[in-house]
């Protein structure tokens, strides 16, 4: 079985810059051992699998799988999903993505690139005491505040850019947070050249820093969007390959808004074997 594979940069304000992501098509779902294979010797952030929906609500689904585990969001290979079929339909507005827990997606097009449709997921449970102090430690500075969302998503918020760009984090300590939980921390302050900046350490997905997150700012927005007092805001996440976006609170909804580059094409051979086990 030959797949088609697409490697585009999301959230990409040029060449070497932005989350690479692999999009790769399915005419069925194939085993989860499988794709995660696939996956794992991609060796990217993300590799997103879509196969045609079988009903009008949506175009595809949309599943998506980091080289250790299947994710149940993740923006910026939704985006660059949507910047492929895009791409390849000129004249379709948008595409809509069913995906297995975050609902439906949508990415259309914007005079600067594409915007991307995401739940609104607020970080809005204050931590502090033990979890502080060992969160302070794992990042080897002391936040202003840490909010959480569920086990998930912690949230440390600082108050200078340079305290998020000067971070050195043990990421064995960050494992340690949450034994067993597929943890994402996020450390953010008010930016420079944007209004927020960002970094997100992934340890648990087998991704130290990621590069861009899209599921970061769908955490994010709602607690910047009020820290504002308006809805929308420009972002950096100042990893070493960096990107911008554009964030608005929509009520329920986060719309993210960059753009997407393909930079590789080409096609994936499976041997029979390994479907068939």
Known sequence: MRISLTQVDAFADGPFTGN?????????????????????DNNLSET?????????????????????????LCGH?????????LEA??????????????????VGRSPN?????LPAWPAEQAVGGAQLAAITAALGATPAAVLARGEEYLVAVFDLPDEV????????????????????LIAT??????????????????IDEDPVTGSAHAVITPFWASRFRRAGFSAEQASARGGRLHCTLAGDRVILAGRARSVIRGEYDLPDAAISG
């Open 20 to 40: 690479p992501a692999a999009v790769m098509f399915l005419e069925r779902w194939l085993p989860d051992a499988v794709l995660q294979g696939i996956a794992a």
């Open 77 to 85: 290979a939704t985006l660059a999903s949507g910047h492929v079929v």
């Open 165 to 184: 760009r000067g971070l050195r984090p043990d990421y064995d300590a960050i494992l340690a947070l949450a034994p067993g939980v597929d943890l994402m």
């Open 113 to 117: 690139g594409l915007t991307l449709d």
């Open 89 to 106: 339909l000129p004249d379709l507005p948008e595409v809509r993505f069913r995906t297995r827990q975050a609902g439906l997606l949508k």
């Open 189 to 206: 302050a008010p930016g420079e050249a944007t209004d927020v900046i960002s970094r997100v350490f992934v340890p648990a997905c087998g």
């Open 48 to 72: 997103a699998f879509l196969v045609p929906a079988a009903d009008a609500a949506a175009d595809f689904e949309l599943r998506w799988f980091t080289p250790k585990l299947e994710v149940a």
